[in-house]
């Protein structure tokens, strides 16, 4: 029994062109695989951009900074930038607050119920903004439960209670985001804490407030600054709540760079706004990056110390604050706008009726421009599954080439950075740039929604599968390769069964973040075919019961497929898994 | 036949394999031995074609494979934490590498059965291979090697994983598979065990340092080891610092002695080997003797196995002996052994 002899070709004979792609004999070539994420980005997203330099630095053509300068030298500008910083601030500070006695609680100790409590903090971060805005709307706002309670029991004619439209509402809003970052991020650092040092200090004398002060926070330090590093980036880049929650009356870069190119239609001016809030999002995710980088290196977050403390039963009055705060944080702040939400789309002129319900299968207009809202939920789900589909085609092939050694793998990597740091109105308005013309008039192309998705949710995927593809034992694939398995099979018969998990995990994010998804969708979206949350922001926005009943009801049905899709990846991904 | 020809390999700066050239033939086991990190797994890597090697070649049966890719060599190589498939149940992991093959199902069961047969794990088919036993995941790994075939099997410490117990039963069972398995495959085993190697081996490839110090028979390398490393690493006895004045006899920090040595011995400065079983009978007047404070007594089953101090010179050097128990003193006890002649070896030292 003889196998095949060698074949024609030698490897020798490809030349120094390999060495740069190639990073071990059992791999598929790493360049055609590269091929496709970079050309996506390079198409989707280097294109845009280029068209938003274009715009704001070249408007007629020529190199023209005048009307750069211009939207430079406006005082608006600057407070614009000023009041994005400020809400960002406040919020990153709130949040903060809010989830350390949270993480105290994860890191230190054990109680029945902690896994789910960890889980609930994290249904907020990925609801849809609109839902958010929508929930608050039911809770707190003038035709919310609250006031509606309050008028009829007190009998009052104007709504007592104001929060809606103020830079507190946009604070909380942040709050009920990114409490879950500070909750789990800093929590899980806390719970790999080696507790050695701790107890150290404490025999030599230091009393634990001295001992958190001086062993603990140094310690914590590299992943509470992370986060609140990532907190911050996401306050500024914030869009459907400072739309919502906040209202007409505030502008962050990135509602004024929507309001520009959607209300006033002045390109240039939004493309500037959008150069800026670019530099500062970029420079933030680098940052960012950087922090990240340097706590690998030092091995503080890889819990690399060995010892880990055994979390203790709830004792003692510290731990029980912590958890009695931490509830009614979850119940509370994050529970009442969602319980509010899905209470107030059910209550009809009459009582509890599921009007609203039924409301959205109807075109009460009956004209073109109109579609029952029905179909915008059929609409989103359409794109959302066409999204994690392109996802995961980009996101496999980039996951493996950066999950193994060598050049390429750092390259793609850090080119990864560059969409995590682009805030989805800027790409929104990348894509009105670039796409507007022949002979790449894609602007109305249906597909082109779910390909923006794509690429806002392609750094998640990525980040997904990559440590799963890292998991997979080097071994095993030797032990295929030498049982007569080619590159292709070994991926085929190896590596895809183990991450089978992950890519699931990874369709699921995002296949939620394209439901979601309002910032990019708002500049994009045809009124004949809107996405849930557009149509929600559009009937959120017009007044009548009525349709306020259905932007609730719309609401509820996009929290609960999101809830779905969380609950999917909560239950097939491992226990502290970076988000 | 496979021929390995002055293969290098190094990583970073670090040389793994140093121009290592051995040759196997079909149905001949040959051993590489060594301590840890001599590189004989990384000179399975590049036989199998795992690594590509710096320089040199890996022939089988005169052509070169170097191009060939590891895949499409035909070569089986079980891995010493095993890397059993364990998404796969045992009969999937067996029947791997005939799939790869294309073989026809019926003729994998068949194939399959055969090889789980030949191992002892009849009936294991449907078993998820991470409920098993090591002793019976090593055996699945080795039926999983086996059955495509292979015309060349390496084994990288086989045994390594398991207890002492275990082990000692397996060397013999192995010994017994790789013989009466079909197809005869040239076998290739790598241990840092001296035991294993000579239970199994035609022949013994002694590694050190990524050098390749000697290859032969268990006989040749037990009768003339060429060095003072391989000496040692057999545990064939105690060295001694010597310099030899002519054909039979060399200049000792004890004066000169009479000694065997090889024929093929050559230079003057490098040691004597002073064999376990070299403690004379009986006590001549003349003649090589050494003198010493027992430090260590080891009652086996041969005699006893002294531990002898001779402190000269300021080094201190201890000599194993085996002496027969009523001429083996007490810990502490100075004792004076005359050597045989027959049983010290020079070996001459290399640069």
Known sequence: MTLAGPRGEGRSARGERDRVFRSSLLALRSSPLLLTPLLFLAVFYAWPLGAILARSLAPEGGLDLGPGLAVLGRASTWSVIGFTLWQAALSTIATVLVGLPGAYLIGRYDFPGKRWLRALSGVPFVLPTLVVGAGFSALLGDRGVVNQALMSWFGLEAPPVQVLGSLSAIVLGHVFYNTTLIIRLVGDAWARLDPRPLAAARTLGASPIRAFVEVTLPLLAPSLSMATLLVFTFDVASFGVILILGGPRFATLETEIYRQAMNLFNLPSAAVLTLIQLVLTLGLALAYNGLASAAARRGLNTGATGARPRPRPVRGPMAWAALGFTLIVVIGLMGAPLLALVGRSLIGSEGLSLAAYAELFVNRRASAFYVAPFQALLNSLGIAGVTALIALALGLPAAYVISRPGRAARMLDAALLLPLGTSAVSLGLGYLLAFSRAPVAWRSEPWLLPVAHALIAFPFTVRSLVPAWQGVRARLRQAAAVLGANPWAVVREIDLPLISRAVIVAGAFAFAISLGEFGATALLTRPEFPTLPVAIFNYLGQPGALNYGQALAMSTILMLVCALAIVVIEGLEPEDADV | ?351
Request: proline share 6%; glycine share 10%.
């Open chain 2, 1 to 351: 036949m496979l021929d390995v020809v002055d293969v290098r390999k190094r990583f970073e700066s670090k040389v793994a394999v140093d121009a290592v050239s051995l040759s196997v033939a079909p149905g001949e086991i040959m051993a590489v031995l060594g301590p840890s990190g001599c590189g004989k797994s990384t000179l399975l890597s590049l036989i199998a074609g795992l690594e590509k090697p710096d320089a040199g070649d890996v022939r089988w049966a005169g052509e070169s494979l170097l191009a060939t890719p590891t895949h499409q060599r035909g070569f089986g190589l079980m891995f010493q934490d095993y890397a059993l498939f364990p998404h796969r149940d045992v009969f999937a992991n067996v029947a791997f590498g005939l799939r790869m093959q294309g073989l026809a199902t019926e003729s994998i069961r068949e194939r399959v059965g055969a090889a789980l047969e030949m191992v002892g794990l009849s009936g294991y088919g449907r078993r998820s291979v991470t409920t098993l036993s090591g002793g019976e995941q090593q055996r699945v790994a080795l039926a999983r090697a086996l059955a495509p075939r292979p015309r060349v099997l390496m084994l990288d410490e086989p045994l390594g994983a398991l207890d002492r117990a275990l082990r000692e039963q397996l060397v013999e069972e192995l010994g017994r598979i790789l013989h009466s398995w079909e197809g005869r495959p040239a076998v290739l085993y790598v241990t840092h065990d001296q035991a294993e190697a000579f239970a199994l081996a035609d022949r013994v490839a002694v590694m050190r340092a990524g050098l390749l110090e000697q290859i032969g028979t268990p006989d040749v390398l037990v009768q003339g080891p060429v060095n003072a490393f391989v000496a040692d690493f057999l545990g064939l006895g105690a060295l001694v610092p010597a310099r030899r004045l002519s054909g039979n006899t060399a200049e000792t920090p004890w004066g000169p002695w009479p000694l065997t040595s090889p024929a093929n011995a050559q230079g003057t400065l490098g040691h004597i080997l002073i064999r376990l079983d070299a403690a004379a009978g009986s006590a001549p007047v003349e003649g090589p003797r050494l003198t010493g404070k027992v430090v260590g007594r080891l009652p086996q089953s041969l005699g006893v196995r002294v531990l002898l101090d001779l402190g000269t010179q300021g080094e201190s050097i201890t000599v194993p002996l085996i002496l027969r128990s009523e001429h083996a003193p007490a810990v502490g006890q100075s004792l004076t052994v005359a050597l045989n002649p027959e049983r010290l070896t020079f070996i001459a030292a290399t640069s």
